[in-house]
């Protein structure tokens, strides 16, 4: 479920009828928007309005929007279980044009950024995710 999550009307819906139809020991993987993520981008590009200068709406809210917990605990709810969650990687160049920085920079600061987000990962345990997308897997029993 890449991307499918944050769009659906009702997410606990939709993740109980893919439970149902995956079988026993099979791993759902899916990736949302990190929530966590796009409210600090929104709070810096209000509190410093000359980051919109640079970068266009960086923040993406969708019909539903996930953090680490929410996602975790949305999972567990319908019965998934070993939930694991991880910072996604990240895209290349720009595909939803939101920044007006030339494409080789964007890059060097994206691959900068990983790098900083993958360290925090592994420095917290996976309690903090940066990435502006995560990655869940989860079993069914």
Sequence with gaps: ???????????LE??????RI?????ILLCRVRNASF???????TVNFPKLNKI????????????NTKTLKLTLKKTDFYK???????????DPYNQ???????????????WIISKFIE???????????SIVAYAKIK
């Design 1 to 11: 479920m890449w991307d499918v999550l944050d769009h659906v009307n009702n997410p």
């Design 14 to 19: 939709e993740l109980k009828e893919v439970y």
């Design 22 to 26: 995956l079988k026993p020991n099979e």
């Design 38 to 44: 796009h409210f600090l981008m929104l709070k810096l």
């Design 55 to 66: 970068i266009y709406h960086p923040w993406v809210f969708h019909n539903y929007s996930f």
């Design 83 to 93: 939930v694991k969650i991880k910072n996604s990687a990240l895209t290349i160049g």
């Design 99 to 113: 920044s007006k920085l030339k494409a080789d920079i964007l890059q060097i600061i994206k691959f900068y950024y």
């Design 122 to 132: 592994l420095l917290t345990q996976k309690q903090i995710l940066i990435s502006p």
